[in-house]
Nanobody
Framework: QVQLVESGGELVQAGGSLRLSCAAS????????MAWFRQAPGKEREFVAG????????NYVDSVKGRFTISRDNAKNTVYLQMNSLKPEDTAVYYC?????????????WGLGTQVTVSS
């Protein structure tokens, strides 16, 4: 049974930092591209950042470029999202997702999410 378990979300002041983690189990982690998505109240879920299976390639939505960094540790089956210079508009539930081989396909698995709240 595949599980993606996010952690690290909390209430933080604008300008602060958080690091989200997503621990994966039940899948061959280094065969999956990983991504973070987020969904703010009343809005659709949006892609935030993605990383290929080896960690050699990453991509980001424009609104987080230069502030967020996605990384992975294949030995620990974990993907991270380092979030700096947080803004109130970053407030959302953040979801981890896994897509077999490539993020060009719809993710195969999703976590349940972790809440990030940025106060102004």
């Amino acid at each position: 049974q595949v599980q993606l378990v996010e952690s690290g979300g909390e209430l933080v002041q604008a300008g602060g930092s958080l690091r989200l983690s997503c621990a994966a189990s039940g899948l061959t982690f280094n065969r999956y591209a990983m991504a973070w998505f987020r969904q703010a109240p009343g809005k659709e879920r949006e892609f935030v950042a993605g990383i290929n299976w080896s960690g050699s390639s990453t991509n980001y939505v424009d609104s987080v470029k230069g502030r967020f960094t996605i990384s992975r540790d294949n030995a620990k089956n974990t993907v991270y999202l380092q979030m700096n210079s947080l803004k109130p508009e970053d407030t959302a539930v953040y979801y981890c997702a896994a897509a077999y081989l490539s993020l060009t396909r719809v993710p195969d698995y999703w976590g349940l999410g972790t809440q990030v709240t940025v106060s102004s």
